[in-house]
């Protein structure tokens, strides 16, 4: 699928720069005066830029173009247009490095990409995009650090969970203006599949979804990818720094497994593989992201010898979730990875020489479970009911439902030495501090693999505002509960939406939790609420008293 969006750059040096910036800069600059397009001009950038998948060398660019006013996403209209793009080192364009043309077409719903290399490492760029007199705005990007450079620190914005209709985008108009990140890590749910007003148990519609129904084939998922490009915080966090994105469920529908989801009927909403099929097709085309193995998401990228990031598909392989009582979670035939992408991370993990280990996971791998007994001691009766043998799961979903691939990871982190493993979690709109024990029952007595930190929503609804209640009330007594049945948990939020940053060094990773006042206003504040680190070597979340600086 790259091929269809790729074009090759055309290198220039230094030397050269001067003198290539008056020809290729020409038609871009002649068409400034349309940086702010006009809905009714065509061509017209509306959707804003992107960049994506950081290397040492190259950065994936992205962009869409509208050539007619009629050719909206989704539609199928419009006439094929030329696009042509720039790198520069500045701002300004006065050292252009690269530069290419491509053409977007109604068989990409008119979006394109640019997979540029023989670029400096650890180093900014700015880049734009022209159609005809249109010119794009322009976005600010960053390449990682050498494979072998000894990097100082790397710093995230870490975000999920972003339903249009729950709230505005606050979050990301908050790490947009944030200068010190070298990317920004989306762990899942970027768009939601639902019809308007049918989230689960939803109160209100702060905005309207396009369109209206749910999601089921190409033309509906381009339609709702294109919807969110239009949010002006959205934009502005994808002009200001690379994206780095997996996908969780509802990129396509909820609770999706390999073979349907929770939330597809076959018999009135088609053939499942069909669905999915549109919705990696429109998610490839509208993300900055390389597709890698097997058209999937999950790959890896390094930052020097600091960190290597690990990112998972727990979707595509998986098997279909649990039910309670079906004595199925500990089935070692089952698994949420699939076999060949476990293998992948096992063997990346080991290989890796870098300092810290960041597993980019859409659900949660630490344990989680309700019981007043150490878990040990109900196994016997765990097994009679067919429930989790570590403990009575909260959500099946999660990796407490595939009890045997979470025992073999953790496992290979620990028979084989592996330190200063950190999970990055999103999914259940809470924020949480974990250590990730091997055996939860008899923990803290027992081994800590490693830490997990999640983030919670951006604006996807909490438990209080799923309940209907007020806010802090029904959540306190919940964390409670919880804290008190698992002795790893070092912290939970369950009533918040914001964003985390993370960040790495040498000596720790830390996650700084941070929260908007208001997700139904579009000038919502943020603010710092907690911060936990993991120390070189511990194994273990300790909290901290103030965010990274």
């Known amino acids: 699928m790259t091929s269809r969006f790729t074009s090759t750059p055309t290198r220039r040096t230094v030397v050269k720069a001067a003198a290539a910036t008056a020809v290729v800069a020409a038609p871009l600059v002649a068409g400034a005066t349309a940086a702010v397009a006009d809905p009714a001009a065509a061509p017209a950038f509306l959707h804003g830029v992107a960049s994506g998948d950081p290397l040492p060398d190259g950065i994936l ?4 173009v509208t050539p007619a006013p009629d050719a909206v996403p989704g539609s199928g209209k ?3 247009t030329e696009v042509s793009w720039e790198i520069a080192e500045d701002k300004a364009f006065a050292r252009i490095v690269a530069q290419g043309r491509t053409t977007a077409t109604a068989a990409s719903d008119h979006t394109v990409k640019a997979d540029v290399r023989g670029l400096r490492p650890a180093t900014a760029y700015w880049y734009r995009f022209a159609a005809g007199t249109a010119l794009s705005p322009v976005g600010r990007t960053l390449t990682a650090p050498a494979t072998d450079a000894a990097a100082a620190n790397v710093r995230f914005g870490v975000v999920s969970c972003s339903n249009w209709e729950s709230g505005y985008f606050s979050a990301y108009r908050h ?15 970027y768009i939601y599949e639902y019809a308007s007003g049918a989230y689960p148990e939803a109160k209100y519609v702060v905005r309207q979804h396009e369109p209206t129904h749910e999601i089921l084939n190409l033309a509906d998922y381009r339609t709702r990818h294109g919807k969110y490009k239009t949010d002006a915080d959205l934009q502005a966090m994808h002009h200001a720094h690379p994206v780095i994105a997996i996908w969780d469920d509802h990129e396509f529908a909820n609770d999706a497994w390999s073979g349907g989801a929770e939330n597809h009927t076959p018999g009135t909403e088609g053939d499942w593989a069909a669905r999915v099929s549109a919705a990696k097709q429109a998610y490839f085309e509208w993300m900055p992201v390389r597709p890698s193995i097997a058209g999937t998401t999950y790959r890896r990228i390094r930052y020097g010898k600091l960190a290597d990031l690990h990112l998972l598909d727990l979707r595509s392989f998986r098997d279909q979730q649990a039910s309670v ?3 199925k979670v500990d089935d070692p035939e089952r698994t949420i990875t699939g076999r060949a ?9 080991s290989a890796s020489n870098a300092a810290w280990q960041l597993v980019g996971t859409s659900v949660m791998i630490s344990p989680v479970a309700f019981g007043a007994l150490p878990a040990e001691l109900t196994a016997p009766l765990a097994e009679l009911l067919g429930l989790p043998k ?3 799961a909260i959500n099946v979903d999660q990796w407490d439902g595939y009890t045997d691939d979470r025992r073999e990871l953790l496992g290979h982190l620990v028979d084989n030495g592996i330190k200063n493993t950190v999970f990055l979690t999103g999914d259940i709109h809470m924020a949480w501090a974990n250590d990730v024990p ?12 490693g830490t997990e930190f999640v983030v919670t929503s951006v604006t996807s609804d909490n438990l209080d505002e799923m309940l209907h209640v007020a806010p802090h009330t029904v959540s306190l007594v919940a964390a409670a509960a919880i804290k008190a049945a698992n002795r790893h948990v070092k912290w939970v939020d369950m009533d918040s939406h914001g964003y985390g940053v993370l960040d790495v060094d040498a000596r720790r990773s830390q996650m700084d939790y941070y929260v908007v006042s208001d997700k139904r206003k579009q000038d919502a504040t943020s603010a710092w609420t907690r911060s936990y680190r993991t120390l070189n070597g511990s194994q273990k979340a300790e909290r901290v008293y103030s965010p990274v600086v």
């Open 78 to 80: 419009g006439p094929d």
């Open 438 to 449: 091997v055996k939860a029952g008899t923990y803290p007595l027992s081994k800590s693999a």
């Open 175 to 189: 790490l947009a203006a944030r200068s010190d990140l070298d990317a920004v890590l989306h762990l899942g749910d």
């Open 390 to 392: 570590e403990g009575i």
């Open 325 to 327: 009582g079906s004595g």
């Open 341 to 349: 992408q476990l293998d992948w991370l096992k063997s990346g993990l």
């Open 61 to 64: 660019l992205w962009t869409r």
